[in-house]
């Protein structure tokens, strides 16, 4: 198991804030979330109380925390990395505590992107005049190249999921509703080593031409396609995320065309993965393929998405983005075919830019999987 300090190294707070000044901020303001876990390994609660790690231009990082947070703060990572963390009691101002060790003369401060309103604003009255703009436009950069250890991580977490699909003939037969199968599916999840549940699809016959269906109470029939998009979050914080697409006995001939089609355009893409691809071309070498064989207005969202301590994160893989791949971005290649009323396909890995290509993190087989 990778340890935390492997996974969290002391040298993030130095790159963040060496960023944060190349982009004319005076300090970061990041709270309980991705952001905070990835800067310091401490998975935060978020609460009504201000939580809040201060990366200044021209001093060390300090964490404000509730005077009744702070012996959870001590002992999480934050502890190992010579962080001070400044507790406040319940009758102090956490915000004036904020603004009075930061330079008399900061301009401009990056506040967290999933910085809760109260508090944005909170720091905008105890900052007056102190312009703000978004961490992630800072933090972005560092986040989308995932370290050795960050990979390992996520190939943990690909292959816990993998072995809950390699499980689904246990549960996905007809006569069984969506709603029961994804309760299997989330205890095993659990079970395969995941922390929490983030999400469950379980999307059979013309529910599978929904992306993002919600699971119902619907009785799974036989010749079902049915499309199961699974995921969840890691003890050590990193995601797992893995769309499959099954029959449940003979599948209809017209899926059957369609799901040759973007298996072919799923393989081509995974196999495209390389440093100096653009996300945009990755996108489209898989679109072409589906638009060629004449589904191309039933590929209705993006390739992919990055993926590490959030399921959706930079960088994604969609038309009109120039960037460049390399080594240690991670992200799902999913393209997908939805025929609305009748059925719907998508298959997802996560693929991790290395070197010389693009390794899968999910190996579970591509084929239609017919149960």
Known sequence: MTHDSELYPADRLDRARAAAVAAGYDALLVSPGPDLRYL??????????????VVPADGGA??????????????????????????WAETEDPFALVASRLTAGARRVAVDNHMWA??????????????????GDVLRELRMRKSPAEVAALRRAGAAI????ARMAD?????RTERAVARDIAEAILAEGHARVDFVIVASGPNGASPHHEVSDRIIQAGDP????????????????????????????DFLDYYHVLLRAQTAQTAAVKPGVTAEVLDAIGRD????????????????HGIGLETHEEPYIVAGSTLPLEPGMAFSVEPGIYL??????????????????GERLNLTGRDLALL
Do not use: N
């Open 226 to 253: 049915v499309v199961v998009d699974i995921g969840g979050t890691m003890p050590d914080g990193y995601c797992s995320d893995s769309t499959r697409t099954y029959a449940v006995g003979r599948a209809p001939d």
């Open 289 to 304: 393929i589906i638009e060629t064989a004449g589904y191309g207005k039933h590929f209705i969202h993006r390739t992919g």
């Open 118 to 135: 109260e508090k944005v604003l909170g720091f905008r009255a105890a900052l007056p005049g102190v312009e703000q703009g978004l961490a």
């Open 340 to 357: 609305p009323g009748r059925h719907g396909a998508r298959i997802e890995d996560i693929v991790v830019c290395t070197e010389t290509g």
């Open 62 to 87: 300090f964490l404000v925390a509730p005077q009744l947070e702070v012996p959870a703060a001590e002992a999480s990572p934050v502890g190992g990395l010579g962080v001070e963390i400044a507790g």
């Open 40 to 53: 310091t390994g401490y998975d935060a609660q978020p609460l009504e109380r201000l939580t809040c790690l």
């Open 171 to 175: 549960w996905l037969r007809a006569g």
């Open 162 to 165: 993998d072995r809950v699909h």
